[in-house]
């Protein structure tokens, strides 16, 4: 079993910056690849970023300059910086792992999901 803590979300302006964390726990979290995805109101979730074990990445095109995913695998943590915000990052912003997912990843292949943390980009 992998437990999964979000924190970090919250209300930015437009421009703003915030940063993600995600605690994973468990004896074999590390081996879990680990990803965030968001919903929106109204919309379905989608894929945002993921860190393999290898330490490699893979990222929604909208991320590109403006958010970076990181580990620290001392600490189990996975973030999310994200930078130059705009109203339409306003979601739920979920983290997830999955000892094996295609490219791009998708939520029925994540096998354990975190609470998730609100973001919301408003002036």
């Known amino acids: 079993q992998v437990q999964l803590v979000e924190s970090g979300g919250g209300l930015v302006q437009p421009g703003g910056s915030l940063r993600l964390s995600c605690a994973a726990s468990?004896?074999?979290?590390?081996?879990?690849?680990m990803g965030w995805f968001r919903q929106a109101p109204g919309k379905e979730r989608e894929f945002v970023s993921v860190?393999?074990?290898?330490?490699?990445?893979y990222s929604a095109p909208f991320m590109k300059g403006r958010f970076t995913i990181s580990r620290d695998y001392t600490q189990n943590t996975l973030y999310l910086q994200m930078n130059s915000l705009k109203p339409e990052d306003t979601a739920v912003y979920f983290c997830?792992?999955?000892?094996?997912?295609?490219?791009?990843?998708?939520?029925?292949?994540?096998?354990?999901w975190g609470q998730g943390t609100q973001v919301t980009v408003s002036s």
């Open positions: 997830a792992a999955a000892a094996r997912w295609n490219i791009p990843p998708t939520e029925d292949g994540a096998d354990y």
């Open positions: 468990g004896r074999s979290a590390s081996n879990y690849a």
């Open positions: 860190m393999w074990v290898s330490g490699g990445t």
